[in-house]
């Protein structure tokens, strides 16, 4: 039988990096798939993907900084495939590695509405459901910027940091319910998070001045498999915690 067999997973941020991969990932080991992100074509080509190989996985545009669209998207999954399994908060936007005193209000709200207040919204609607069934899995995309100072500027380091919170906070409020709350923090990922970035040259330096003891950049097949290991019952006594993916890195 096949890991997530039958399950329902609901993943934002899935039509491109670490999200694409833990869909095709989760969509290979039986699990009906729902890939949200903003673009109906690039949502498309994956749904398409898994559907080639055959898996089971359906679209949902969703915008995670919108609370009506991540209502939208809860309730479809439900309406679909009657469950909600796993939920993985994936999507995410960087900060240019802007220090504090050049953020303006609208850097700091933006990244703040998609990396913290979109897995808020999703964990709310989804924790009832979960509870109702008895069961369920959520996995929060933190990253080393969650652990550490400076491997980005400060909203997106600020924002991972509250998402290792968030998850520390679920997991043991719901451990005894049959709920799991776990977050990935990777590493340096090849993924396309940061194709239009215009760092600020001052912060990018600060932050990238301890790079060069990075052992390798990951793939986003890496995370999809870690992705898989907490999704799936090989983790069951895994709860409230953080799983570092870095190859390393921060145990120099």
Known sequence: MKKLENKTAILTGAAS???KAIALVFAQEGANVIVADLKQNEI?????????????????????????????????????????????????????????????NDLWNRVMSVNVNGPFYACRLAIPIMLKQGSGVIINISSVGGL???????????????????TKNIGFTYSQKGIRCNAIAPGGVNTNIGKNMKPDQFGYER??????????????????RTALFLACADSSFLNGTVVTADGGWTAY
Do not use: W
Not at 148 to 166: D, E, F, M, N, P
């Open 148 to 166: 550490y100072g400076t491997r980005a500027g400060v909203s997106y380091t600020a924002s991972k940091h509250a998402i290792v919170g968030l």
């Open 44 to 104: 498309d080509e994956v749904v398409q993907m898994i559907s080639a190989a055959g898996g089971k996985a359906t679209g949902v545009v969703c915008d995670v900084a919108n609370e009506a669209e991540v209502n939208a998207l809860i309730a479809a999954a439900v309406k679909i495939y009657n469950s909600v399994d796993v939920l993985v908060n994936n999507a995410g936007v960087m900060d240019d590695f802007v220090p504090v005193d050049k953020v303006s």
């Open 17 to 19: 990096g670490m999200g």
């Open 207 to 224: 932050c990238t001045s301890g790079a060069g003891s990075m052992p390798r950049m990951g793939e986003a097949d890496e995370i999809a």
